[in-house]
């Protein structure tokens, strides 16, 4: 079965740089979400999208902006990088925005900030 | 606020014990539970899912049960093996769309 694709895997960027990370959902999820997890932290809900629009949000710098594109897939920009944004970035996809259904989550990008 | 609990953070037990995992959580108007596992430097491999309505879930060696009104999920794991090291979240989703986790508890099972 197919599984929410996260690009790239692996991102290694300096301070004050920016990183686009990319998520493309399970085929006929509508509704996409960003997770981070810092070292040794639980995930923190970022924020999620639903048909193209976002629907809630959490804790997430405003140097950081998210898109949901009509093809459901989404991509998150991370503006003036600091040490702290190194963590790991999950992406989750579910059927749609109700609070029954399951989120599957991506294997995550691995962002590096030197 | 919901407010996601998970003791103890960490437990190492000889291989072939039944095992159980707590989780609690504030906020009783919860939607679902989910329970995840993830390998260290690894993604997030969901479990098992919860609803409301429903009281447990099982799949193979896993089972999970939730009670509502006292704010507790919990994860059985039978006949553990050194493959379930691991560590396990628990992750709450209430009125909106956000998963609230809890820290994890990681898992060691030794030969």
């Known amino acids: 079965a197919a599984g929410v694709i996260q690009s790239p895997r692996h991102l290694i960027k300096e301070k004050r740089e920016t990183a686009t990370l990319k998520c493309y959902p399970i085929?006929?999820?509508?509704?996409v979400y960003w997770y981070q997890q810092g070292p040794g932290q639980d995930p923190q809900f970022l924020i999620s999208?639903?048909?193209?629009?976002?629907?809630d949000k959490g804790s997430i710098p405003d140097r950081f902006s998210a898109q949901q594109f009509s093809d459901y897939h989404s991509e998150l920009n991370m503006s003036s990088l600091e040490l702290g944004d190194s963590a790991l970035y999950f992406c989750?996809?579910?059927?749609?925005?109700?609070?029954?259904?399951?989120?599957?989550f991506g294997p995550g990008t691995r962002l590096t900030v030197l | 606020k919901q407010e996601v609990t998970q003791i103890p953070a960490a437990l190492s037990v000889p291989e072939g014990e039944n095992l159980v995992l707590n989780c609690s959580f504030t906020?009783?108007?919860?939607?679902?539970l989910q329970w995840f596992r993830q390998d260290p430097g690894k993604g997030l491999t969901s479990l098992l899912l919860i609803q409301s309505s429903q009281r447990e879930q099982t799949s193979g060696r896993l089972n999970a049960s939730l009670d509502k009104s006292s704010g507790r999920s919990t994860l059985y794991i039978a006949a553990s093996q050194p493959g379930d090291s691991a560590t396990y979240l628990c992750?709450?989703?209430?009125?909106?769309?956000?998963?609230?986790f809890g820290k994890g508890m990681k898992l060691t099972v030794n030969p």
């Open positions: 989750a996809s579910s059927f749609t925005r109700q609070s029954t259904d399951t989120q599957y």
């Open positions: 999208f639903y048909e193209k629009m976002q629907s």
């Open positions: 085929p006929r999820h509508d509704t």
């Open positions: 992750a709450g989703q209430g009125g909106s769309e956000k998963l609230v």
């Open positions: 906020d009783s108007a919860i939607y679902n």
